[in-house]
């Protein structure tokens, strides 16, 4: 069974410009959510999409948005790009997702590592 | 505030020693606690998730415990071993919070041999 995977793993980028990040997560799961990694704050949640909707948000600003898919694969794009924005991003896919009571297991990619210049 | 908290921030142990990390939260209200295993430069990797009726959960040796009163959850590790060396992250996450998930900081675990 594939895991997920997220393309690119590396990408350096420029202080102005934009990115697109590519998750395609394990066959048959309709849950993709996206999370920021930085060694100063940790991981944090970005968002999250369900059967193609956004069915939850973090705290980022509107720089950063995503779409899913029919297949389920997520993409996530930052516009604008600021130095803050060098960091791991990780997707996570699942079957239930994130809705109050969901137990489900979460599977990570490995992430794409962004450096902004 | 939604938080969560875990300690110590870094460990080192020897090969072969048993630890314990602790994470606190403040999420409410409570839907479920993960705790996951991250190398570096990989993705996390899920070790227990444990809901609120739940109190301990073992997956080989790692053995996670939960005290839904007093907010606290804790993750042994038994018998270490040198790939156990990694960052160990609690996460929690919440019915009603808007990002629905919440993460710890992590603890870095350091196995010498």
């Known amino acids: 069974k594939a895991g997920v995977t997220q393309t690119p793993r590396y990408l350096i980028k420029t202080r102005g410009q934009q990115v697109t990040l590519s998750c395609s997560p394990i066959?048959?799961?309709?849950?993709v959510s996206w999370y920021q990694q930085t060694p100063g704050q940790g991981l944090q949640f970005l968002f999250e999409?369900?059967?193609?909707?956004?069915?939850n948000k973090g705290n980022f600003p509107g720089r950063f948005s995503g779409r899913q898919f029919s297949n389920s694969r997520s993409e996530m794009n930052v516009s604008t790009l600021e130095l803050g924005d060098s960091a791991l991003y990780l997707c996570?896919?699942?079957?239930?997702?994130?809705?109050?009571?969901?137990?489900?297991?979460?599977?990570f990619g490995e992430g794409s590592r962004l450096t902004v210049l | 505030k939604n938080q969560v908290e875990q300690s110590p921030q870094s460990l080192i142990i020897l090969e072969g020693k048993n630890c314990t990390l602790q994470?606190?939260?403040?999420?409410?209200?409570?839907?479920?606690l993960r705790w996951y295993k991250q190398d570096t430069g990989r993705g996390p990797v899920s070790l227990t998730i444990?809901?609120?009726?739940?109190n301990t959960k073992s997956n080989g040796r790692y053995t996670a415990t939960l005290d839904a009163d007093t907010k606290q959850s804790s993750l042994h590790i038994t018998a270490s071993q040198l790939s156990d060396s990694a960052s160990y992250i609690c996460?929690?996450?919440?019915?009603?919070?808007?990002?629905?998930?919440?993460f710890g900081s992590g603890t870095r675990l350091s196995i010498r041999p």
């Open positions: 996570a896919s699942s079957l239930e997702g994130l809705a109050g009571g969901n137990t489900g297991e979460l599977f």
């Open positions: 066959s048959g799961h309709r849950s």
């Open positions: 999409y369900f059967s193609e909707t956004q069915r």
């Open positions: 994470c606190n939260y403040t999420v409410s209200p409570f839907s479920n």
């Open positions: 444990m809901t609120f009726s739940e």
């Open positions: 996460v929690v996450s919440s019915y009603f919070s808007a990002s629905k998930i919440i």
